[in-house]
């Protein structure tokens, strides 16, 4: 029987044991063996940490890139990954959970790429000023731990629970070794060779170990970080792990969690929150056959409802087919295994000593395609706990399967005690369509629960559900759910770095963090802050403006531009017992004077405007009082090329206001803000083309010159960018657009960028394999001809400004567009000739 591998220290590896048998779910068949036994575990955290160095360098731009190919890469391959989920019980739609949930959450983790700052680490929160004069401060930052991750997963999300962790470390940079639950760890060696044979990670990114992995935590280190997700015992026996202790390493547990729904007195039979409700409980109930942390396991309604609830959650439940999990029609699959059904019961049993089942049969089940005999199957089972004040067992004990327990309560008050009795969960939910009822239960239950969620009418369409964790949002709980925190956008990668106070000058600061701090030095910039590309625009880059008077008319004149007339811009009788003392310039035209001293005026790479973050006005200013402004560039922010925009990137402008003649210090500053613009990249992938540069290249090109790939001598690749200036001035005839029209923009997009034609690119209409016959009697003629193609095709433009020419890839494209179609196009043929 083959075995299943490990991936460590850069090598698919196997153990030298006999191994233990990994079994199908549903027909009970040996899929592998999974055999640990030798493997250095020492050996691939020490790799770990030593290979994180790369990751520890990138930026959080590059990292998030990295995440988003990855995403792309997996969902690419995604139909793979299904097969081998049926093979863990999980039917479709469970798989769905688990595995385009898991691509789902890199997209996610990805996308925080933007809201970090663009290097290697983070500076968090704002300035701390230590000094009164300014000049001695502090700042946080936060940078990527240099330890590895290490992941000790439960069975029951092989894929997601690897990915909402490791997506996490690698944002903040760091490497991660993983560990799966033995018996569905098949699933899990499937994606991560996908990973590994991508080659999109940086190699000793991630590691994995394919079963038991006993010893994995005796030579963590201190910049080490440990998650576990599984039972609670096996939590608390390993967050005590004598190592843990002595190196301190945070250790992230998130352990089974009885989490409870409730039902709101309002939401009565007939109204839609009963019906959400019902519906909720029964998806939580089967998805994944209940085997999921988040799965409602306590159901607590109000008393006279009791009755209502069982009856509806019955008939709902009996709706829910079982069986074969590759099976269209079925709803509920396997168990992971028969140990795992074997358990569930004894937890039952347990909770039976006084509660009683009132929906399911133990013994019974009836499946579809699938033997009963072979398979980890079981029927849903609901109970009913009709004290569950005094009989503790349904708070306590978590049945890891398709099980529920229903319980009374009298009033709001009881429903908040009832939902503590469990002892901290990850998620717990409330239907009502009264708020008031909402922010009773959310406010006073929410120290025992990492997530609520208020069903009701308003928002059932769009609502993500009880069950599902999602990656901007705090993913674990107090208490008996492990105190964790897995996820939480930013904060959930926090986790993986370490926070360092770093105290200093404002100018020091400055240069440590990358962002312009108040009171810094400035750089005085040679030319206009905004004639610079954002490439060359760095922290710190200042210009100080000419001054400008603002006088009685701008007042009065911005008032009636704006019909902005609030009493102390218009009125100086009514200021007595104000804090204005004469006719008061309105802040916005402070800003919008402002503006107009800063900006340049010229087309320059400044896009646009983007925006305003902050804007303080810290004294008034009057009629006759004369202002500057400085314009310091404080922190830059990368972006992505989006549709057709030529690259930029996002620069944040810190905009002081002075009062030119205030006599005293503080009095000088009179507003400050913090714009931000659009700044333009600089383009040196592309020579620009003009008719010089044409000449030339033309004259180095030789008429048997070999090309550097692709089968075209040079006589056709003139030839062939001839025809495409022809076709640039619209005598192609009727060109059929053959992207699909769903594409079209996309497509289109691709020609702002500063990419490259990809080498040996063929052009979906151009003959494979085979040349176009030559035109032209000799190569001197097909340069004069090329030459002149180049001249009709600005002229005609220039003569139709407005004329869209259709082009068969990329649709109708404006002149500026066949420009830019050009410049790649003829710098893609003049390197395949050695030319550039
Ligand atoms: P465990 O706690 O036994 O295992 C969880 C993970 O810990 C597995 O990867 C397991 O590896 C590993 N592990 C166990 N012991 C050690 C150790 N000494 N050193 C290192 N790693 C260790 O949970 P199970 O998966 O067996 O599930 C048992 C019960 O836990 C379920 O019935 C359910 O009640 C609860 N559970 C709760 C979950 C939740 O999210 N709330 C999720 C899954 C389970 P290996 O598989 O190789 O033993």
Redesign the pocket.
Known sequence: MQKLQSYIHGKWVEGSGEGVPLIDAVTGETIALSDTKGLDFDQALKYGRQKGETLRKMTFQERGNMLKKLALHLTKKKKQFYEVSFRTGATKVDSWIDIEGGFGNLFANASLRKIFPNQAFDVEGDPIDLSRGGRFMAHHILVPKEGVAVH?????FPVWGMLEKCAVNWMAGMPAVV?????TSFLTEAVVREIINSGILPEGSLQLIS????S??DTVESQDVVT????A???R??KSHKRLLEESVPFNM????LNASILGEDAKPGTPEFDLFIKEVRNEMTVKCG?K?TAIRRVIVPENLVEDVQIALGKSLGKVTIGDPRLKEVRMGALVSKD?VQ??RERIQEMTKTASIVYGDLEKIQTIGADTSKGAFMSPIVMREDNPYENIAVHST?A?GPVSTIMPYKNMGEAIELSKMGKGSLVSSIATNDDKIAADYTVNAATHHGRILVINRESAKQSTGHGSPLPLLVHGGPGRAGGGEEMGGKRGIKHYMQRCAIQGSPTTLTEITGIYQPKAKYKQAEKHPFAYHWEDIQPGMSLKTHNRTLTDTDIVNFGNLTWDHFYAHTDITSLEGSIFEKRTAHGYFIISAAAGLFVYPNKGPVAANYGLEEIRFLRPLYHNDTIHVRLTCKEKVDRDQKGTELPSGIVKWYVEVFDTEAVDEEDKLVAIATILTMVQKKQDVFHEIDRSFLEEKLSLLKEDQKPEWGMMMPQHMLEHLEGSFKLGRGLGGDVEIITPEEHLDKVKETLYTYEKMPQGYKHPLMKQNELEPLKHESFDEAKKSFLKAYDDFHQFHQENPDEMISNAVFGELTYFEWKLLNRKHINHHFEQFGLI
């Open positions: 000790i997963n439960a069975f029951n560990k799966p639950a033995t018996n079963g038991s992995a006993r994995i935590l576990f997700t599984g039972s015992d096996t939590g026996m390993l998130e352990a089974d969690s085997q942390c795992q358990e569930v978590e890891f």
